[in-house]
């Protein structure tokens, strides 16, 4: 195994006027969890479908698990995995055929002893013989693993794994994912906007916006860039620009929508001045935001995560909560 799973240099795709993916260059060490964190429309699915081969560059290159994805793309594939967001699973089929038919995609001639300790290691065994159609949504998403797990891969890609999934499942696949990493020796590529699951997760992450890489590090390291607090904040009533600025304590103010949001030294300390140069009936929401990746991705490019890329519509959400309506 080479010392960097996944290496890129000035990765490109443009897709006529847009670029999706400009000149992305990261490196992933073997046996770590990465993610790429960023909002809808970042270019992180492109990003996977680069280095699984599944699209073409348009300009630079990479290597994924010591293969040039250009030169060999097939010895490429047969050393990957990928989870997608959308369930790949036939309802109709059991666990055990799942298993079997991934097996005859992969043409995998020796799969059952495999097959077993999968189901065994993800708690499915007793369910083997089940129908996917009666599995609950965390079932799901483990048998999923164990089709991307099943031809020993040395690196598995997970485009938004829990997109959709509620509190307990997202919390149960994170404990899946770094079992999978620490068990397997499995390095992971995970794309996601959930701050909290990159953060809890990633050994080290690189934010993407626009397509591009505007920051990357350990979420320690990322944290540790931002010195600052920040307020949000929301009025009823018109409040001018230089008033807020004039505040001691505030060294930046930017507007988004309908709230203000102040760049502050410390938080405790001007949230006071804030009350008193207010009307305090006037103001409708205020938010603290300590140095997080969520202040981190809003002090680059000012906005937040989950309304940067708001313009951009999640069909994959969309999909995930009509298929848990018809489960």
Known sequence: ????????ENLTKVYGKLTAVDHVTVNVASGTVFGLLGPNG?????????????????EGDATV??????????????RIGWVASEVILDD????????????KLQSLPNWKDRAGDLLEYFGLKDRRKDRVKTFSTGMRKKLEIALALLHQPEVVFMDEPTIGLDANTR??????????????????????????EA???????SIIDHGKIVASGTPTALKARVQSDFVELETSEAVDEAQLRSIPGVSEVRSQGKAWILRVSAAEEVLPKIFSTLKTEAIRRINVEKPSLETVFLDI?????????????DYRKFYATMRRARQ
């Not at 698990?65 to 047969?78: E, L, S, T, W, Y």
């Not at 919390?171 to 909290?196: A, C, P, Q």
Request: charged share 20%; hydrophobic share 40%.
């Open 1 to 8: 195994m080479t010392d960097n799973a996944i290496v890129t």
């Open 42 to 58: 970042a270019g992180k699915t492109t990003m996977i479908k680069l280095l699984t081969g599944l699209t073409d560059m348009t």
């Open 65 to 78: 698990a010591g293969f040039n994805v250009r030169r060999d793309p097939m010895h490429v594939k047969q």
């Open 92 to 103: 109709d089929f059991s666990a055990w055929e799942n298993l079997w038919l991934q097996s």
């Open 171 to 196: 919390r149960m696949l994170w404990d899946l994912i770094t079992g999978v990493n620490k068990e397997f020796g499995i390095t992971v590529l995970l794309t996601s906007h959930y701050i909290e």
């Open 199 to 205: 953060d809890a997760l990633c050994d080290q992450i």
């Open 301 to 313: 490019t000012g906005k937040r995560i989950d309304q940067a890329g708001a313009d951009v519509p």
